[in-house]
């Protein structure tokens, strides 16, 4: 092929030249023929591109495919329920309630009832009408410590930071929040002035770069803290020990994006680059930890102050709850991350291969606080890939309390899943700094969308829960909702995540699938202790019909 380009090009500038010179205006040819051979001549030389370098010209089609593939599938290839990370059936049903439209389906499901993984939730013969239920269910989120509590809605936004998204972005899903009475995470980018002006209620998340009460060296800055989360609009704290896109991951802001408006927001210094380290420096331990919580909830008033996590190893979280469980001194809430990730740009293994699946983590995180006997206190957030009504249902039968959403409120928004959050190019205006394309996304219009579909979602749960013959989310369990594991083989979710008696963990023998966490896990480190489990300690352990063991 490169002899062919170079025969070629010499041809059509030989017969160029020799055509102008019988006729002198054919010369305008070279307006279309040179910039051709220019761009041939550098293919053919330049060192990075192989197949342009043994293609010049042709080989670039390549490159102009490879970015036209994901758009080409979206719309003419993939099916309506095989689209990723979101179906084009859950796409569709966020864009129909976000503008209030139809959001019925004909002639039956499109889903394969028999494949494996299909879920269900059990009806009720003696159904309740859904205007006989609350339309706006909330749950009272704060412990024994807490002066302020908060009633949040069982329906919020997730964290997402500016920068992250958009200024247009964040104004439309706060002032959504605002219209319908819910709660906005701010994500661990601090609040924002764009976070700030519509007025909705915030969680202001706190994550290792400490963006907002922070020293310019790093270091959590209490007074900052205090000054900042005594604002009437910050509802909830919420310190961020890992997430579900990159749990165990930092990052870093490039000098070039800390602009004037960062570094006020972020308390960092215009012009230099900002790193988020992979882990806390205010507390190292367990009981540290718990330590930080208190004084911050003191700082900032009385409010509730939790933690979120994607779990990982599993001692770290029983090593947690020791602490709570030793000091007295609990968390308010606990936000569960799915290992599924979420709306942030992350390493592909970080968001492929790192840290548990939201629906292992939500069971997990409620059993050890039940047998610690600190559910009482604690409520939990469901975070990750929740955006209908039946989402928010098996969330909470399998233990949230509430739930959170990024991405559903993101399509609300009017993302298209271009998959372009992590290039700055989101055509949608929606998660990028391009002022030319966030320009596209009109507030007003869109606020209005975001408050829509976070009405008809809870509306549509609290017709589920109807359905069911319930009266309140908390009468839900893990028995109402079912899952295929076999072509002949169903299990509710009582049988697939089994409970434990409330306060077994306070004592021995534990619930065998515990044991282990319990025996590596103390109150004063996060590292696992070097205790080995052994045939005697299982021999003993109370399985209380539980022969499922895990490590740590």
């Not at 070629?8 to 205006?25: E, H, R, Y």
């Not at 102009?64 to 593939?69: H, T, V």
């Not at 740009?345 to 790192?354: D, K, Y």
């Not at 949230?400 to 409120?409: F, H, P, Q, T």
């Amino acid at each position: 092929m490169r002899k062919a380009f170079i025969a070629i090009a010499a041809f059509l500038v030989t017969a160029t030249v020799m055509i102008s010179l019988a006729w002198p205006p054919f010369y305008w040819a070279f307006i279309f023929i040179g910039p051709i051979v220019i761009l041939g001549v550098y293919d053919l030389y330049q060192p990075k591109h192989s197949i342009v370098r043994n293609y010049p010209v042709v080989g670039r089609l390549r490159y102009f495919m490879e970015d036209l593939r994901p758009k080409v599938y979206q719309y003419f290839v993939e099916s309506d329920t095989n689209g990723k990370p979101f179906s084009r059936l859950n796409r569709s049903l966020i864009y129909q309630r976000a503008k209030k439209e139809n959001d019925t389906i004909p002639f039956g499901t499109q889903l394969d009832v028999y494949e494996n993984g299909y879920e269900w939730l059990s009806h009720s013969i003696a159904a309740i009408s859904h205007t006989e239920l609350d339309e706006d269910p909330r749950v009272l989120v704060g412990g024994p410590g807490c002066t302020k509590p908060y009633s949040a809605s069982i329906y919020n936004i997730s964290a997402m930071s500016f920068g992250s998204l958009s200024q247009n972005a964040i104004l439309a899903l706060n002032g959504g929040a605002k219209l319908g009475n819910f709660a906005h995470n701010t994500g661990e980018g601090g609040i924002s002035d764009y976070h700030a002006n519509p007025g909705g209620d915030l969680v202001w998340q706190i994550g290792t770069g400490y963006f907002g009460c922070r020293h310019h060296d790093g270091t959590f800055n209490y007074d900052a803290f205090a000054e900042r989360s005594q604002s009437d609009q910050v509802k909830m704290i919420e310190i961020k020990l890992s997430q579900g896109a990159k749990p165990g991951h930092g990052g870093i802001l490039p000098a070039k994006k800390v602009t004037p408006e960062i570094a006020r927001i972020r308390l960092v210094k215009e012009g230099f680059d900002v790193i988020s380290p992979p882990a806390h420096a205010a507390f190292k331990t367990p009981l540290e930890l718990v330590a930080f919580v208190q004084k911050l909830r003191e700082l900032s008033g009385g409010k509730p102050i939790g933690i979120k996590l994607c779990i990982g190893r599993r001692s770290e979280f029983f090593a947690i709850c020791k602490a709570m469980s030793e000091t007295g001194t609990y968390v308010d809430f606990v936000t569960v991350d799915g290992g599924e990730g979420g709306t942030g740009a992350s390493p592909q293994e970080f968001s492929n291969a790192v840290g548990m699946p939201l629906r292992e983590g939500v069971a997990f995180v409620y059993d050890v606080l039940s047998g610690f006997n600190l559910k009482q206190h604690i409520k939990i957030i469901a975070s990750g890939k929740i955006s209908s009504g039946f989402d928010l249902v098996k969330n909470i039968a399998l233990g949230a309390d509430l739930c959170n959403s990024a991405r559903g409120m993101m399509f609300a928004l009017g993302c298209i899943q271009a998959l372009e959050c992590n290039s700055n190019t989101c055509p949608t205006g929606v998660a990028t700094q391009d002022a030319s394309l966030m320009k596209g996304l009109v507030v007003e219009d869109k606020r209005v969308r975001v408050f829509n579909f976070h009405k008809l979602t809870v509306q549509s749960a609290v017709e589920l829960l109807g359905a069911a013959g319930l009266h309140h989310t908390y009468q839900l369990t893990r028995a109402y909702i079912n899952r295929r594991i076999a072509p002949n083989v169903m299990q509710s979710y009582m049988e697939s995540f089994p409970y434990i008696p409330e306060g077994s963990l306070l004592k021995t023998p534990y619930p065998l699938r515990f044991e282990l966490g319990m025996a590596l896990s103390t109150s004063s480190s996060f590292t696992p202790t070097d205790y080995k489990v052994s045939i005697v300690d299982y021999a003993h352990a109370n399985s209380f019909n539980d022969n499922l063991t895990s490590g740590s």
